[in-house]
């Protein structure tokens, strides 16, 4: 399997941005849609947003919509999201997956390979 390494998270005020990253070990990134989900404590773990395999189709929920960014960049095995207008609801930890099953975007069972998460806290 794929391994995903996320980075990028950190303590910021509301309104700030910032931009996760998650890296591939291996070519079959660019074979594979993305997808990145977060979970907050006490949560269950969420769809935010993801990318078909060649960046063209892009899937948002409303918590992204407006305010993330997701990007790919096959060349260099690595997806991104770009958050702008943080705020304290957003904190979490932030997953990065690869979608290698039939089934719903937003649906966390379609992954099969995920990181370890990268935390994001949104705090005056």
């Known amino acids: 399997q794929v391994q995903l390494v996320e980075s990028g998270g950190g303590l910021v005020r509301p309104g700030d941005s910032l931009t996760l990253s998650c890296a591939a070990s291996d070519r079959t990134f660019s074979a594979y849609d993305m997808g990145w989900f977060r979970q907050a404590p006490g949560k269950e773990r969420e769809f935010v947003a993801a990318i078909d395999a060649r960046g063209g189709a892009k899937y948002l929920t409303e918590i992204a919509n407006g305010r993330f960014t997701i990007s790919r960049d096959n060349a260099k095995l690595m997806l991104f999201l770009q958050m702008n207008s943080l705020r304290p609801e957003d904190t979490a930890t932030y997953y990065c997956?690869?979608?290698?099953?039939?089934?719903?975007?937003?649906?966390?069972?379609?992954?099969?390979?995920w990181g370890r998460g990268t935390q994001v806290t949104v705090s005056s």
């Open positions: 997956a690869r979608k290698a099953a039939f089934g719903s975007h937003s649906t966390s069972r379609a992954y099969d390979s």
